[in-house]
């Protein structure tokens, strides 16, 4: 059985939210409200005025559940589970080592979830079987829309970049795997600041790498957690909402813009190059 991605996602995201709001120090107010509904007034407003994308990596360009068909065959009847449950708490355990100020790069917590997974799961991990899925990792597939989504972009001279949880080595290969690598200007980790999203540190990062103001940094995720991050922290942002019937996040920052894809950016940019 395929595993329904946004189910998987809508399913987490009340207790990511919670986490991710306590881990920003943001709270609910009635600015937060109005910020809401600025932000949904501009959702059919185009990209002009954009100077840079920065992507999200995993959930956004490459699919964390490509690794399901390797658990399949490792673990017979139980690779969507442990694909899932991997996912999950390697989310959670990003909040809550932000929350907790104890950081380990995105590579050790991915792999002390795998760990927690398969122990929950009753499965026998050997070092063996750990090592392959962790290297399956480095070479995630990208959604479909993505290499010709990054390739109009870059025809209209705009700056490319991933800011990205990943651990740099993590995020070079996955992108050189995909193919992706000679369309980006530079990726951004987390590891600069040592702190995971939903930090405004991390985007704030984003602006500073790029050398652009944080309004003119569009912002790019199908993590409807990480764009409300985003535009707490002031980006404009960019949701990919990949199913139709999954709802915004209730964090009172809402998306400027919804597109179903990737390769619907270049379409906003106007007529200007």
């Given amino acids: 059985m395929g595993i329904d991605r946004r189910a998987f996602v809508g399913k987490l995201s009340a207790t990511g939210a919670a986490v991710a709001g306590a881990a920003t120090g943001v709270l609910p107010t009635a600015g937060a409200g109005l910020a809401t509904e600025s932000a949904a007034s501009r959702q059919q407003a185009d990209a002009v005025g954009v100077d840079a994308f920065a992507f999200d990596a995993y959930g956004t360009l490459f699919d964390v559940f490509s690794v399901t068909a390797l658990c399949e065959e490792l673990f017979p009847g139980n690779g969507d589970a442990l694909a899932q449950r991997w996912r999950a708490k390697q989310l959670q355990y990003s909040l809550l080592r932000s929350l907790m100020g104890r950081h380990r790069d995105f590579w050790l917590v991915t792999e002390d979830a795998l760990v927690y997974a398969a122990r929950s799961l009753e499965l026998d991990l050997t070092d063996a079987r750990r090592t ?83 309004s003119t940094l569009g912002f790019v995720s199908s993590n409807a957690w ?48």
């Fill in 226 to 273: 990480d764009i409300a991050g985003a535009a707490s922290a002031g980006l404009t942002t960019f949701w990919i909402q990949r199913s139709a019937a999954e709802p915004p996040e209730e964090l009172g920052f809402a998306a400027d813009r919804v597109v179903s894809a990737i390769d619907e950016l270049p379409g906003l940019l106007g007529t200007a190059g």
């Fill in 132 to 214: 392959r899925l962790m290297d399956a990792y480095l070479s995630l597939d990208a959604f479909p829309d993505v290499r010709p989504g990054l390739e109009a972009l870059r025809a209209r001279g705009v700056r490319l970049a991933i800011l990205s949880n990943g651990e740099p080595r993590m995020l070079e290969a996955a992108a050189r795997s995909a193919g992706i690598d000679t369309l980006l200007d530079t990726i951004i980790s987390v590891e600069e600041v040592k702190i995971f999203k939903v930090s405004p540190r991390v985007y704030n990062l984003g602006s500073e790498r790029l050398g652009v103001g944080r």
